[in-house]
């Protein structure tokens, strides 16, 4: 009776090098990214990424509130991730927990490296992150959808901030962990990265890693941001029909 209720875990990699959802270790997930979800907002975005769904809404620059929070030289970037409560399987209280609130702080700072905030003294852009359903690598999802709302919004950026989860799974260093893999794995380790420059302004780990398997991952994190990169350059081309599609006839 000793073992009732205690979770099998899988088997997350095969003997032929495939993950548990047929995967090789250097392949991301299907995503897909939508501009401009929201009329509402200055700025959206809809990321759907594997069995993520997390929509990102952007607003300014606008009066800043609280009042105090004002800064006379640059914008403030305030960032509020959330994961609704029933965006997972496990029963979830409404509202921000101290992980969201880490989260939030951790991709708003991301941002304060790369938006030009000088440009709007005295004002507020907020960036809001909602996860609609949870599956591993929300926080690299939402800032992916909060990176292209930004652009939506027409924030001036020094560039997109792609991100994406490494991790150590089954004893192999593997791109873009889902569930299982970030439940069962050795080691997490989400990033995000100036594309042009490969200057990382997020990168955290949980689990352990040699310093061999840290260098591999970061070269495969940095193969995943450029991949994720293009697949958000090219959801803005679609909202603004911007290359060869803009003179094509409906």
């Not at 994406?164 to 989400?190: Q, S, W």
């Amino acid at each position: 009776m000793g073992n009732v209720g205690a979770k099998e875990i899988p088997v997350l990699l095969s003997p032929e090098g495939l993950r548990i959802d047929g995967r090789r270790l250097d392949e991301l997930r299907p995503l897909t990214i939508q501009a401009g979800a929201l009329h509402q907002a200055d700025g959206s975005a809809f990321v759907e990424w594997g069995a993520n769904k997390v929509l990102a809404a952007v607003y300014g620059p606008r009066e800043v509130h609280p009042r105090h929070l004002q800064q006379n030289h640059k914008a403030v970037i305030q960032c509020r991730y959330n994961m609704a409560a029933f965006s997972v399987d496990e029963r979830k209280r409404p509202g921000l927990d101290r992980r969201s609130q880490e989260i939030s702080k951790v991709i708003g700072e991301a941002f304060e490296s790369v938006v030009f905030a000088e440009e709007y003294p005295r004002t507020s852009i907020d960036i809001y992150i909602e996860v609609l359903q949870a599956n591993a690598g929300t926080r690299c999802a939402g800032l992916v959808a909060a990176s292209v709302a930004l652009a939506d919004a027409g924030i001036p950026m020094v560039d997109l901030l792609p991100a994406v989860a490494v991790g150590k799974v089954g004893g192999a260093i593997a791109l873009d962990l889902k569930k299982e893999e970030d439940n069962f794995g050795e080691a997490d380790l989400p990033m995000a990265l100036v594309p042009q420059s490969g200057r990382l302004v997020l990168l955290q780990m949980e689990g352990h890693m040699t310093e061999a398997e840290l260098a591999q991952a970061l070269d495969l994190g940095v193969k995943g941001c450029r991949e994720i990169y293009e697949k958000m350059k090219q959801a803005l081309r679609e909202r603004y029909a911007i290359g060869p599609m803009a003179g094509a006839s409906s």
